[in-house]
């Protein structure tokens, strides 16, 4: 069975600092990927996707994420990170082809400080 | 607008007493998905429907019921609550399974 794993749970960070959150995924086969975006109080948005091609992903609000095939990973990225970005993060796959629902990783709380 | 519409938003309960929640979206989209959200459990599948009259068990279907008598709507009936569905719901609904789904405002459920 496929499942999605994010170890950050927390993470604060200071406006301007980097923002790396990790996701990795267990599936043997071709997989779409997907992270989403959860402000407080609202519905999930979709942040980037990845289906195939470029594994390097830009989404939107300046977030990119890379899809590293080897090591099942799916880690999302921005450079800078604003007050405006504090909000859940999940990232999510499904598989290609046979069973293909989509799976939720627990979601990434980001705090960021002004 | 395209949207996925859920009601209600906001739902008290009794243990016992059945409920539904619907879920509507104008996208013309033929898979939708029920799930739930609980704190550091993230999102769980309770179930799903391909197209209509084609619906399948998720992660988490006990104590659920859905139907798909449309294409357009989607609820999720619960027979009869039990605390433990206390939770947030979120329906959602995309063209195909492989892309993007775009997920109704939330429904905050809490049985006493």
């Known amino acids: 069975a496929q499942s999605v794993s994010q170890h950050n749970h927390h993470v604060i960070l200071s406006e301007a600092a980097s923002l790396e959150l990790g996701c990795n995924y267990s599936y043997g086969g071709t997989v779409n990927l997907f992270w989403y975006v959860q402000y407080p109080g609202q519905h999930l948005q979709l942040l980037l996707k990845?289906?195939?091609?470029?594994?390097l992903v830009k989404g939107i609000k300046g977030f990119e994420a890379e899809f590293i095939k080897s090591k099942f990973s799916f880690n999302l990225r921005k450079p800078s990170v604003q007050w405006s970005d504090t909000a859940e993060y999940f990232c999510?796959?499904?598989?290609?082809?046979?069973?293909?629902?989509?799976?939720f990783g627990t979601g990434t709380r980001l705090t960021v400080i002004p | 607008e395209a949207q996925v519409t859920q009601n209600p938003r906001y739902l008290i309960t009794v243990t016992g007493k059945k409920l539904t929640v619907t879920c509507s979206q104008n996208m013309n989209h033929e898979y939708m998905s029920w799930y739930r959200q609980d704190p550091g459990l993230g999102l769980r599948q309770i179930y799903y429907?391909?197209?209509?009259?084609?619906?399948d068990k998720g992660d988490v279907p006990e104590g659920y019921k859905v139907s798909r008598k449309e294409k357009r709507n989607f609820p999720l009936i619960l027979e009869s609550p039990s605390p433990n569905q206390t939770s947030l719901y979120f329906c959602?609904?995309?063209?195909?399974?492989?892309?993007?789904?775009?997920f109704g405002q939330g429904t905050r459920l809490t049985v006493v």
């Open positions: 999510a796959v499904n598989a290609r082809t046979g069973a293909n629902n989509l799976f």
């Open positions: 959602a609904s995309s063209v195909t399974l492989n892309t993007e789904a775009f």
């Open positions: 429907s391909m197209n209509v009259e084609v619906t």
């Open positions: 990845y289906f195939s091609g470029d594994p």
